[in-house]
């Protein structure tokens, strides 16, 4: 079975996508609410922090490094986390990581899995698969939680409900909640967490594996780390018997150090924060006289198309450390929200990684769906020239003929003149004259063929009349 | 003529054939300056609709004529953060592995600047004679802010202009939506950016809209036009070179032309 047999994208719909999303008020008003917080808070944790782009420097560095020797540090990391007790399984594709985590589900008989947040479940469709097999997934992370209610996907990679207002959130926990007092008061944000709280805190003992992700993983000691504000992901992976953590290959750094160091300039890129109010290492499983902890302790690497970014010019993308600045900062990210992405990983950094993934062919619309404005690579901690990236896959379906033939059609007859001075001047010169002719009366032009992509939402300044270089080569002057 | 630096002027596509003045304006800006100013016959666009569009070929190809057509100058100018960013930040990555452009390409790079930052940083000049009635505000263009680094100096030479009064721009640094082929490519999202930027210029209540392209400025223009804002649009050299009394953007051109 091959990944793309199991991706369910809804990428190639984008433009109808992201038009429904714009019409969207309520996503409209959630998007509206986040992006001060977001962009504030970062901008606010740069400023107190002087070191902070040196930090940033040190972090790529550390990626850099670990990238090269890839192989190296995923061995050593391995070896530890055997010595500590554990197990690593290597997962190739997504539907590998699938089958290795029922067949752990199935070995303890498992009839219900507690999940802390994690984008590789995500990536992988892991709840979809432990339905299908009999098997209860429930989400502990509070956004995460009021999706699985809702039926939806994650529109943000570390707010995964971002795209709902509070009144969407009352309305489902009402629909859900049946067994609560239908005339309890709903409308604070912490009523609605304390609901949430004493729903889920039953839940934390009927699980027997907890699944959670990785935002790190540490060759040095063998360890893993999952930072969250919430700490539900300490109860699921604590509490079950059988803890799985799902990690994408590239999560590995060599030191607990450099880990610090990235953890330096993670939650200040991603919420503003110093630091998130739980950063908690897992190093195997229970040791004997430990007073909690999980029986078996298992590590799903997966690779699922990322190896095959290596040594391309895609390899940088592999730095990302899935803190959401790109997508915080990104207009177009904040005028159609994630889901309009139609896939996983939204935004600047889901623009790159989604084609290296799923492919440039199902995803292509999104390295194209950016104005290069540069923000998202402003912002990255990890300096990941994401714009840069955008263009090369944009150079893969050009060369590959997948641009629609329009554009290229367009192209070529531009690049034509382009290349030929003279006949470019004549061309240009001619029709500037006679844009000039119509918007004569009032400067600009409501409607021009075969420009309705702009005057569909604006008006066409009128040319001022003859071209730069006609007027200048006439002798005219200042 | 003068013994300063001999430059070259890269219109650029849409100054050419949109809004010649900005032209004139920036010859006068450099010529006052002390500058002999140049306008290579061989011009046409620096290529970015084929770069962007994924065209790496016809994108060597034109950049390679840019080449050849400038590089015997002193200084190479645009009127364009982001024509500007491309001779001087992607020409020379997009001929890198070329062992015949690479150091040409690379030397014409380093030599190329953007208007108003070349009158700041590489002449030095301070203070130009100009007088503008009445309240801007200021949007950032996005290759200029980020690719070149263009924040400061357009705003103190701005402050230098007689009668203008300057009022800050919310969200100065985000995107106008415009993004090249972008904005046509996707209409709908690229609207919603200008609409989003409109609200902001509006807010300001300033009088008069300024930037440093004319892609983003024709955007803009062209929202504010069609939403029936009062607010009137000019590039920022226009002011600066005293032609500040021009038709803006989009306005009727009185005969002239």
Same mark, same amino acid.
């Given at each position: 079975?091959?990944?793309?047999?199991?991706?369910?994208?809804?990428?190639?719909?984008?433009?109808?996508?992201?038009?429904?999303?714009?019409?969207?008020?309520?996503?409209?008003?959630?998007?509206?609410?986040?992006? #001060?917080?977001?962009?504030?808070?970062?901008?606010?944790?740069?400023?107190?922090?002087?070191?902070?782009?040196?930090?940033?420097?040190?972090?790529?560095?550390?990626?850099?490094?670990? %990238?090269?020797?890839?192989?190296?540090?995923?061995?050593?990391?391995?070896?530890?986390?055997?010595?500590?007790?554990?197990?690593?399984?290597?997962?190739?594709?997504?539907?590998?990581?699938?089958?290795?985590?029922?067949?752990?589900?199935?070995?303890?008989?498992?009839?219900?899995?507690?999940?802390?947040?994690?984008?590789?479940?995500?990536?992988?469709?892991?709840?979809?698969?432990?339905?299908?097999?009999?098997?209860?997934?429930?989400?502990?992370?509070?956004?995460?939680?009021?999706?699985?209610?809702?039926?939806?996907?994650?529109?943000?990679?570390?707010?995964?409900?971002?795209?709902?207002?509070?009144?969407?959130?009352?309305?489902?926990?009402?629909?859900?909640?049946?067994?609560?007092?239908?005339?309890?008061?709903?409308?604070?944000?912490?009523?609605?967490?304390?609901?949430?709280?004493?729903? %889920?805190?039953?839940?934390?003992?009927?699980?027997?594996?907890?699944?959670?992700?990785?935002?790190?993983?540490?060759?040095?000691?063998?360890?893993?780390?999952?930072?969250?504000?919430?700490?539900?992901?300490?109860?699921?992976?604590?509490?079950?018997?059988?803890?799985?953590?799902?990690?994408?290959?590239?999560?590995?750094?060599?030191?607990?150090?450099?880990?610090?160091?990235?953890?330096?300039?993670?939650?200040?890129?991603?919420?503003?924060?110093?630091?998130?109010?739980?950063?908690?290492?897992?190093?195997?499983?229970?040791?004997?006289?430990?007073?909690?902890?999980?029986?078996?302790?298992?590590?799903?690497?997966?690779?699922?198309?990322?190896?095959?970014?290596?040594?391309?010019?895609?390899?940088?993308?592999?730095?990302?450390?899935?803190?959401?600045?790109?997508?915080?900062?990104?207009?177009?990210?904040?005028?159609?929200?994630?889901?309009?992405?139609?896939?996983?990983?939204? #935004?600047?950094?889901?623009?790159?990684?989604?084609?290296?993934?799923?492919?440039?062919?199902?995803?292509?619309?999104?390295?194209?769906?950016?104005?290069?404005?540069?923000?998202?690579?402003?912002?990255?901690?990890?300096?990941?020239?994401?714009?840069?990236?955008?263009?090369?896959?944009?150079?893969?379906?050009?060369?590959?003929?997948?641009?629609?033939?329009?554009?290229?059609?367009?192209?070529?007859?531009?690049?034509?003149?382009?290349?030929?001075?003279?006949?470019?001047?004549?061309?240009?010169?001619?029709?500037?004259?006679?844009?000039?002719?119509?918007?004569?009366?009032?400067?600009?032009?409501?409607?021009?063929? %075969?420009?309705?992509?702009?005057?569909?939402?604006?008006? %066409?300044?009128?040319?001022?009349?003859?071209?730069?270089?006609?007027?200048?080569?006439?002798?005219?002057?200042? | 003529?003068?013994?300063?630096?001999?430059?070259?002027?890269?219109?650029?596509?849409?100054?050419?054939?949109?809004?010649?003045?900005?032209?004139?304006?920036?010859?006068?800006?450099?010529?006052?300056?002390?500058?002999?100013?140049?306008?290579?016959?061989?011009?046409?666009?620096?290529?970015?609709?084929?770069?962007?569009?994924?065209?790496?070929?016809?994108?060597?190809?034109?950049?390679?004529?840019?080449?050849?057509?400038?590089?015997?100058?002193?200084?190479?100018?645009?009127?364009?953060?982001?024509?500007?960013?491309?001779?001087?930040?992607?020409?020379?990555?997009?001929?890198?592995?070329?062992?015949?452009?690479?150091?040409?390409?690379?030397? !014409?790079?380093?030599?190329?600047?953007?208007?108003?930052?070349?009158?700041?940083?590489?002449?030095?000049?301070?203070?130009?004679?100009?007088?503008?009635?009445?309240?801007?505000?200021?949007?950032?263009?996005?290759?200029?802010?980020?690719?070149?680094?263009?924040?400061?100096?357009?705003?103190? !030479?701005?402050?230098?202009?007689?009668?203008?009064?300057?009022?800050?721009?919310?969200?100065?640094?985000?995107?106008?939506?415009?993004?090249?082929?972008?904005?046509?490519?996707?209409?709908?999202?690229?609207?919603?950016?200008?609409?989003?930027?409109?609200?902001?210029?509006?807010?300001?209540?300033?009088?008069? !809209?300024?930037?440093?392209?004319?892609?983003?400025?024709?955007?803009?223009?062209?929202? !504010?036009?069609?939403?029936?804002?009062?607010?009137?649009?000019?590039?920022?050299?226009?002011?600066?070179?005293?032609?500040?009394?021009?038709?803006?953007?989009?306005?009727?051109?009185?005969?002239?032309?």
């Amino acid at each position: 079975m091959t990944t793309s047999s199991t991706v369910h994208s809804t990428s190639r719909n984008f433009k109808n996508n992201a038009r429904d999303q714009l019409a969207n008020e309520d996503l409209q008003a959630a998007l509206n609410k986040a992006r #001060g917080h977001f962009v504030d808070g970062r901008a606010t944790a740069r400023d107190n922090l002087p070191e902070f782009d040196d930090l940033r420097d040190q972090a790529r560095g550390i990626k850099d490094h670990t %990238l090269e020797h890839l192989d190296f540090y995923l061995e050593a990391y391995e070896e530890k986390v055997v010595e500590s007790g554990g197990h690593v399984h290597w997962a190739r594709t997504a539907a590998d990581a699938q089958q290795i985590v029922l067949d752990i589900c199935r070995s303890v008989d498992a009839k219900q899995v507690n999940k802390g947040k994690s984008m590789i479940g995500e990536e992988i469709e892991i709840n979809k698969a432990l339905e299908a097999d009999g098997i209860r997934p429930i989400e502990t992370d509070l956004g995460e939680y009021i999706i699985q209610l809702r039926g939806e996907l994650p529109s943000h990679i570390i707010a995964p409900a971002v795209h709902l207002t509070k009144a969407q959130v009352e309305a489902s926990f009402r629909e859900n909640h049946t067994e609560l007092d239908e005339d309890r008061v709903l409308e604070e944000p912490l009523s609605l967490l304390d609901e949430a709280r004493t729903i %889920l805190r039953k839940k934390y003992f009927e699980a027997e594996v907890g699944i959670t992700g990785a935002n790190l993983l540490i060759a040095e000691t063998g360890s893993s780390i999952i930072v969250t504000n919430e700490g539900n992901g300490d109860l699921s992976q604590l509490i079950p018997k059988v803890h799985i953590v799902l990690a994408s290959l590239e999560k590995i750094v060599p030191t607990l150090e450099d880990a610090a160091t990235i953890l330096r300039v993670l939650a200040r890129s991603a919420t503003g924060q110093e630091f998130s109010s739980y950063t908690t290492l897992s190093t195997g499983p229970k040791r004997e006289g430990d007073p909690d902890g999980p029986e078996q302790y298992h590590v799903i690497l997966l690779d699922n198309g990322r190896t095959d970014m290596l040594g391309t010019e895609f390899e940088e993308m592999l730095r990302c450390i899935r803190c959401g600045a790109c997508m915080n900062h990104c207009p177009v990210y904040q005028s159609v929200g994630g889901h309009a992405y139609g896939w996983v990983y939204p #935004g600047p950094m889901g623009s790159v990684l989604s084609p290296g993934l799923i492919g440039v062919d199902e995803a292509g619309h999104l390295p194209n769906a950016s104005s290069f404005c540069g923000r998202c690579e402003e912002v990255c901690p990890m300096h990941i020239p994401l714009p840069k990236m955008m263009r090369h896959w944009r150079e893969r379906e050009f060369e590959s003929h997948l641009s629609p033939g329009s554009v290229r059609v367009g192209l070529g007859v531009w690049s034509f003149f382009a290349r030929r001075p003279r006949l470019y001047q004549l061309a240009t010169g001619l029709q500037m004259r006679m844009l000039s002719w119509m918007g004569r009366k009032r400067g600009r032009l409501s409607s021009v063929p %075969l420009a309705k992509g702009w005057t569909k939402y604006r008006e %066409l300044p009128a040319p001022q009349g003859r071209t730069f270089q006609s007027r200048w080569r006439s002798g005219e002057r200042v | 003529m003068s013994d300063g630096p001999r430059v070259a002027l890269f219109v650029t596509c849409l100054v050419d054939l949109f809004r010649p003045s900005v032209g004139f304006a920036a010859v006068k800006l450099m010529q006052d300056a002390g500058c002999t100013v140049e306008v290579p016959e061989a011009q046409t666009c620096c290529g970015q609709p084929a770069y962007n569009s994924g065209d790496r070929k016809d994108t060597i190809v034109i950049a390679r004529q840019v080449i050849a057509a400038f590089e015997e100058f002193d200084y190479v100018v645009a009127p364009s953060g982001s024509c500007a960013g491309m001779i001087s930040k992607h020409y020379p990555e997009l001929l890198a592995d070329d062992p015949d452009w690479a150091d040409r390409a690379t030397a !014409l790079g380093a030599r190329t600047h953007e208007l108003i930052s070349f009158l700041t940083d590489v002449l030095s000049i301070e203070k130009v004679e100009a007088a503008f009635e009445g309240t801007v505000t200021y949007h950032d263009s996005c290759s200029g802010l980020r690719e070149l680094g263009i924040h400061a100096q357009p705003r103190s !030479l701005l402050d230098g202009v007689d009668g203008l009064h300057l009022r800050e721009l919310e969200d100065s640094n985000v995107c106008c939506g415009f993004g090249g082929t972008f904005c046509v490519k996707y209409p709908d999202i690229s609207n919603n950016m200008v609409s989003n930027k409109m609200e902001k210029i509006v807010a300001t209540g300033a009088e008069t !809209l300024l930037a440093g392209d004319m892609g983003c400025l024709m955007n803009m223009a062209g929202k !504010l036009q069609r939403d029936g804002a009062n607010v009137r649009v000019r590039h920022v050299a226009e002011v600066l070179a005293g032609m500040g009394d021009e038709p803006a953007i989009g306005e009727p051109q009185d005969g002239k032309g």
